[in-house]
């Protein structure tokens, strides 16, 4: 897709968490705006989409594998934790991240879900796709490469496992994998080091842990590119692909040890940052430095089919920067704004974090603004963004905040979100009643709750006292 394509170097989630992510490729919404907090609250299954839009004007629309956008979805553990985040305790809630390696040289269908996904809709277009009177939009997603589930962590574990097989480490170059730099614990952002904390993250890792966590997560990657090469083949065997738009991305990236974490929740690059290709007719070879966001999907996809652009939606079509010939027929195409916005309000993070990435800048708000100092970060100076220069240039820390305040009245989010999720804590314990201290005890943080369990539900206790300010 590169060597026939767009590729754009510059694509962001609007939110580093599956769900929250997702809901705002499918409804072109910022998250503040559908209200899509963390991997259980997303958008209202009735919620009109794009391919919604393209079904309603004549397409034959295909869903397979992974949608991930509505609400109701996920383990205990990943809501509870989101909801008491702002408590003030600090517990691991994630396995430690490890690197799995399985099966030999000729095991190649290392995650099968997926392989199925793949095959149903390489198969839907060989014998349905060829027959279509209609156009069709057929979607496709995958698990990889996010990492695996980690049941040795417990009841209501995460997904900590980096799990690859000989077959696609063989392609991964283990000379060239960077080890990432990371900060001492006593220069860490708060957040940071909270994240680290309850990702497991915060004990020593032997430099060869890291390589092969990395080794295998890009591995991971090798097998996911394989699937998209069995979708692309199937195209070009039926003759589908010269007149077909293809388009390649993901929900998140994923940190893979840098900034000593792993997953994602995070505005760092590897978390942030997502692959965006497009690839078809009319489309040119070429690399994009532009900024771009997943709600843009939205009016592209309705861009492509000729259906009138929304007012309302929070992206742009993303066209008229990959087209080789500009069409003037959609008047409903605005310019794109030379920011992006990505917010995070789940777990893992303890408090609502708010990204405005530039040309060369990325900022970062916390909370209400005040309580968690900001972050800036020179992309063009300091890639790995290792070096937080917020009070170094105030000047522009305080246009960026300004800047960030005019999309989004975020502090107004932030006590809206602690607010719901003080809410939603106080139902689940009622629902619980006798069995409430039982539960609590024995989610994801159980091996630390279990050491001093009446300091962590007296923490409870007072947090949910306290007055939240709306």
């Known amino acids: 897709m590169r060597k026939h394509g767009s590729l754009f170097l510059n694509a962001y989630t609007n939110s580093p968490i599956c769900c929250p992510s997702r809901a705002a490729m499918w409804s072109g919404l910022f998250t503040h705006i559908t209200e899509s907090w963390n991997n259980f609250k997303g958008l209202d299954p009735n919620h009109t989409t794009w391919m919604d839009l393209m079904e309603k004007h004549g397409y034959y629309a295909q869903k397979y594998g992974k949608l991930d956008y509505t609400s109701g979805h996920h383990s205990l553990s990943n809501r509870v934790e ?35 996904a ?21 979607y496709l997603g995958l698990n990889l490469p996010h990492p695996y589930p980690s049941p040795s962590s417990g009841e209501n574990y995460g997904a900590s496992t ?7 480490l063989q392609r991964v170059r283990y000379e060239a994998i960077k080890i990432p730099k990371w900060l001492p614990f006593s220069e860490m952002h708060p957040v940071d080091y909270y994240s680290s904390y309850t990702k497991n993250c915060t004990e020593k890792f032997a430099e060869k842990e890291i390589r092969d966590i990395r080794a295998h997560y890009y591995a991971m990657c090798a097998e996911t590119d394989a699937m998209l090469g069995e979708i692309i083949s199937a195209l070009n065997d ?21 900034h000593r974490q792993f997953y994602k929740m995070s505005m760092y690059e590897a978390s942030s940052h997502v692959p965006l290709l497009i690839m078809g007719p009319n489309i040119k070879l070429q690399f994009i430095p532009n900024v771009v966001s997943l709600v843009d999907i939205y009016p592209t996809m309705l861009d492509v089919a000729g259906i009138p652009i929304p007012k309302n939606l929070s992206g742009y079509s993303l066209m008229p920067l990959v087209l080789k010939q500009a069409e003037d027929k959609v008047p409903t195409r605005k310019q794109h704004p030379t920011w992006i916005l990505s917010e995070f309000h789940g777990c893992n993070v303890n408090s609502s974090t708010y990204m405005l990435r530039t040309d060369r800048w990325k900022y970062i708000g916390y909370s209400d603004g005040r309580s968690v100092s900001p972050q800036l970060f020179d992309l063009s100076a300091d890639p790995d963004e290792l070096t937080n220069v917020a009070t170094k240039f105030p000047e522009i820390t305080q246009y960026l905040n300004k800047k960030l305040y005019s999309i989004v009245d975020y502090p107004k989010v932030s006590a809206s979100v602690e607010q719901y999720n003080k809410q939603e804590f106080i139902n689940w ?7 409430y201290s039982d539960t609590l005890a024995n989610l994801r ?20 006292k306290e007055k939240t300010i709306v």
Do not use: C
């Open 82 to 116: 989101a909801w008491t985040r702002s408590v003030d305790f600090l517990l691991q809630q994630e396995g430690r991240p490890v690197a799995e390696l399985i099966g030999n040289k000729t095991y190649v269908r290392v995650m099968q879900k997926d392989w199925k």
């Open 118 to 138: 793949t095959d149903d809709a390489a198969a839907w277009l060989r014998n349905k796709a060829t027959n279509l009177t209609q156009p069709f939009v057929l």
């Open 162 to 168: 980096f799990r690859t097989s000989p077959y696609w």
């Open 238 to 258: 039926t003759g589908l692909l010269r007149r077909t738009l293809v388009v390649f991305t993901a929900d998140h990236g994923e940190l893979a040890m840098e």
């Open 429 to 435: 314990k009622q629902s619980l009643g006798q069995n």
């Open 445 to 464: 943080w159980h091996q630390n709750w279990k050491k001093d369990p009446k300091k962590y539900e007296d923490a409870i206790d007072r947090w949910i």
